[in-house]
């Protein structure tokens, strides 16, 4: 006997209520319920997802219990047999590109989609607190989707989880979700995190990044007795 798609489905995790939240996700699915709900997947390094007999997988779950809640989690653990699912399976490589700012500019959100059917009939990015609706993305080639945003409702600086959604033409219905941040930036210098170096050859080393309205950046290492780090700080201009 063989199964695919193999998840591991919290029914208590959804998301959206709280208090228990699963870190490292893989997706949520209203495969249970009609209610999207938090999941991690088995086989993620297998093309084709498959168990076959004796397999074994493992996966790590990072849950967030705050403070008074249950420290007990409900799951199901489903699969397919013989086949694969009909629903998108994931959606991953989530991209914003563009800045966005309070009071103006744009972003393009872009995402892959996977489905073994082939028949992704529509993918939303839910972003009505930043754009005053949902948005729904264009299937630009392959199964890659990408939406241009703004921020009409004057959202201030910060980072936004908002959701992606992707639905197929299964019999069963079933849609996939993925969580995104998108970021607002804020005026003047900001300083973000690119990475770890043991050795950084050079203090500062100017990297332009928006010449067209005067924002630039530059690369500043620190040290400290413990480790080392590398911060790209970049000024972004009022208009």
Known sequence: MRVSDVRLIFTDITEIT????????DGLTTAIGGQARSFLAFKKSDPDRFFNPYDVDTVTAHIRFPPGSPLFINFKLT????QHCGDPYEI???????????????STISCQVKNWQNDVSAVTLYCASITGSAEPMVNTYSDYWEAEIENNNNKPPSLWNLFIKAKSLNPQGIDTYNIIQIRIYDYGWQDEGIGTVSNPMCKYTPKYLDTDNDNYGIYVAHQSSSYQYITQRTYYAEP
């Open 18 to 25: 709280y208090p228990q939240k699963l870190n490292n996700l």
């Open 92 to 106: 991953s490589n989530i991209k914003q590109d563009g800045f966005l700012f309070e009071h103006y500019g744009s």
């Open 79 to 82: 699969a397919w047999l013989w």
